[in-house]
Structures are given as C-alpha cells and as structure tokens.
Nanobody
Framework: QVQLVETGGGLVQAGGSLRLSCAASGPTTSVYPMGWFRQAPGKEREFVAAINWNGGNTYYTDSVKGRFTISRDYAKRTVYLQMSSLKPEDTAVYYC??????????????????WGQGTQVTVSS
C-alpha cells in the first residue's frame, strides 16, 4: 500500500510563493508517476501538474503554466510543487497522487490512483 504525505500548505498573500512537498512510501513508488491535484470549495477536483518517474517529463494545466513547477527527488521519494505568483483562485486543498502510468494519472476517475490526505492552500487578495 502506497502512502503519500503532503506538507507545506498555508496562508499566503496574492503574488506570494509556497512549496508543497509529498513524501511517498511503499512498494515501487520510485517508478510511478506522481502529480498534484486541487479541489476548491464547491468545485470538482482538478489536475494541476504531473511528473514521470525520472523527472524527464512534466505536465501542467494551462492555468498554472509559468507559475508552478513540479519536481521530484528520486532518492527521497518526494515530489514538490513550487508555486509562485499565487492568485486567490489558486485557493484549494492540494492533493498529491500517484498512479500506475502517466496516462492514468492525468485522466479523471482512474481506479488505480492513490491519494494523499491533502493540504490547504489559501491565497488572500
């Protein structure tokens, strides 16, 4: 059973920065793609960013391109989301996730996706 633990959320003013971390443990977590999703109040959970096992490929939703950067430390089994130029509309619970393949990680409703517990990010205007 994979376990994902997110840290780094908090309250920040618009234009500020935060870095989220997600530490993974469990079998073969190092070779799976990892990603970040977010869910704002009253909205569906949405894809934010993903990275493959060796960090060579990254994907972002359009609204965060140029502001967010996903990276991973293979040895530490940790994935990061550096968020800059934050906007009030970035306010959400951010979830770390992993899946068996990148194609599965990026589609809604994958049955094999595993989630962290989430961390709150609040951006004040």
């Amino acid at each position: 059973q994979v376990q994902l633990v997110e840290t780094g959320g908090g309250l920040v003013q618009a234009g500020g920065s935060l870095r989220l971390s997600c530490a993974a443990s469990g079998p073969t977590t190092s070779v799976y793609p990892m990603g970040w999703f977010r869910q704002a109040p009253g909205k569906e959970r949405e894809f934010v960013a993903a990275i493959n096992w060796n960090g060579g490929n990254t994907y972002y939703t359009d609204s965060v391109k140029g502001r967010f950067t996903i990276s991973r430390d293979y040895a530490k089994r940790t994935v990061y989301l550096q968020m800059s130029s934050l906007k009030p509309e970035d306010t959400a619970v951010y979830y770390c996730a992993t899946d068996l393949a990148m194609d599965l990680l990026r589609i809604p409703g994958s049955k094999t996706r595993q989630w962290g517990q989430g961390t709150q990010v609040t951006v004040s205007s």
